[in-house]
DNA sequence: ATATTTTTTGCATACGAATGCAAATACTTA
DNA sequence: TAAGTATTTGCATTCGTATGCAAAAAATAT
């Protein structure tokens, strides 16, 4: 198999023109004239020339690549994240370089080194942190760090997440304004902001009515988690009536427990809440209230944080948090006499 | 922010060596000195060094980018996939570089011009096919393309599946064995290999055995379409005591509207059968029969013709079929006497 | 010790495209 | 028509790294 590949250089010996002509052609915004741009159009296009990407941005220093870590794509809030992320980013031009975290190890100071071997135009960070040390590499670099889903006592790292803290005081309100008594909650990892400020916006609320956490236990994001925790409340005499699952994912894994494990009725005798607005959570067969993150706005504001830091490497780095609506649904109840079945 | 790149020539500056020496300490197998290794390799620590891959690529025609075409991250599948593939890929020191194929248009000759622009060392698409046209000027390009999950009459292209005649078969006996009388099937999009091959290998093992469908409609792969083909389906007054959808994606929404919708029981009164076995099948609210796609055996495959097809530009395309049991659930009932029931 | 082989090293060049600069051409204006 | 201005063009260089080649150094054999 020959490969040959063709060269500005080629092009311009075709179009009987300089080789700077051809890549002027290329340039948006570059001086060339109408005459010349048309033969080397043509002359491009009957050899199938297309500049080459890599040797571009050896000489601009932009390669058009943003750099992307994910860890958890099973949970589905990502893939859909991941695809909005890529269409945006794909109508500007930009491509995405996927680099998976291995969930054990905190290797991420490992994967951003390699990120930055590519010499990316910026690197987003899906659900994951990284290091101090690494994000002054970053930063040395020129390379416009985004966390996405999470923040970090970091200022020289951009954030983008949903107002977390707000949204698990709405879950908060509504489960008391149900009529709940026993209230619970059923934590991600903990090392997450997520996870902390979901938490902390839902107690401070239940403090702020005079409550307090009925039940708690750990899923760590993870659905096997998740499911051990669930068994574990709710193996007591006195169950709670209402429990805030800290994800969408783990909200189905413990919806299943309490239904088919242990035989329960949602949300007559529990009521579940999660946090994200997959798209399953609308799903009738589990039909799950939850906390929206807008994925669609949350991915807007990252990309034109991104592009932004390009075109101006001086933007100082912005921490966004967009606020989303509490989704009613039917996984739980909302009159306060229906508290009395149990 | 003053962004300052560390080079290959000021590490070499200070460790004392020429720039070629600093390249072959980084480059494997290359000719260096123990001593001479050790000096650069502090300098480079010292001053944070890691090589340009793009600079390099340029030189060795190698980028260790592999391209990748999804277009429908909705379907669990493909994020289980994306997420195995880049794994696979990073151990041995390859990224991905993703590419949203909108699902509107059939503009994926204009998304791999796109990808060729990265001079990838090689593209996969995932469920989507390429103009023969397309294929050609990869093959001039050197470039080997893999089909993931589709296959397609080009023998320059290789291909991944499982084996969808097949599986298609087994549903096909299966739901027979079971007793079933009024068998239907609810089709993918009717431009996929995995369709065809999917429908064609159930109908054939009906006819087999004497039987043909019983009703069919189209979903597209679609969860909208295949509510509406549901629907559809399921008004007449002899509704079909089993259906086969082409994929599981599809086949949880055809369930929500036979259960939520239309109020009929599952298994009792439909079987259900779906393809892919993504890890939604198997909870509990669902616990639907389905044929696995050995997604972990796919990907791998992918990966080796991959790496082959780098090492050896003259690797001939394979076309990969693996074969995936039926994993039997609760959507299905087996018993013949069964079926009297309606 | 010298001759011979092997290993290590630096020099110079190449990869493909972008760009500052000056020369050449085209266009205005008087 | 000549002088002046604006637009195009090509030359030469640059980005950061890899590599063929020949020179230098080290290791081995005689």
Redesign the interface.
Known sequence: ?I???ITSLEVAKLAGVSQSAVSRVFTPGASVANKTKEKVRSAATKL?Y??????R??ITGK?R?IGLVVAH??N?F???A??LL??AL?KKGY??????A?KTAGNIDDIV??I????VDGIILASVAMSSNLAS?C????VHVILFNRTQDDNRLSTVTSDNLLGGGKVAKFLIAGGHKRIAYIAGWEGASTQRDREDGFVDELKQQGRSLYAREVGNYIQDDARQAARKMFTNDEIPDAVFVASDDMA??V??VI??ELGLKIPEQVSVVGYDDV??AS????DLTTVRQPANRMVAETVSIILESIED??TKPRRIQIDGPLIMRGSTRISNNASMEN
Do not use: C
């Not at 491509?95 to 998976?100: G, I, N, R, T």
């Not at 930055?116 to 010499?119: A, E, H, K, N």
């Not at 930063?139 to 020129?142: D, E, I, P, R, T």
């Open positions: 198999m490969t040959k590949k199938g297309r500049p080459n990407i890599l040797a941005s050896l390669s690549i794509l099973d589905y990502y893939p859909e991941l695809e890529s269409n794909q491509h995405v370089l996927v680099f998976m291995t080194d390699e930055l071997d590519y010499q590499r930063a040395a670099a020129g189905f894994a919806m299943d239904r088919y798209p399953i799903w009738p067969a589990y490497p001086d």
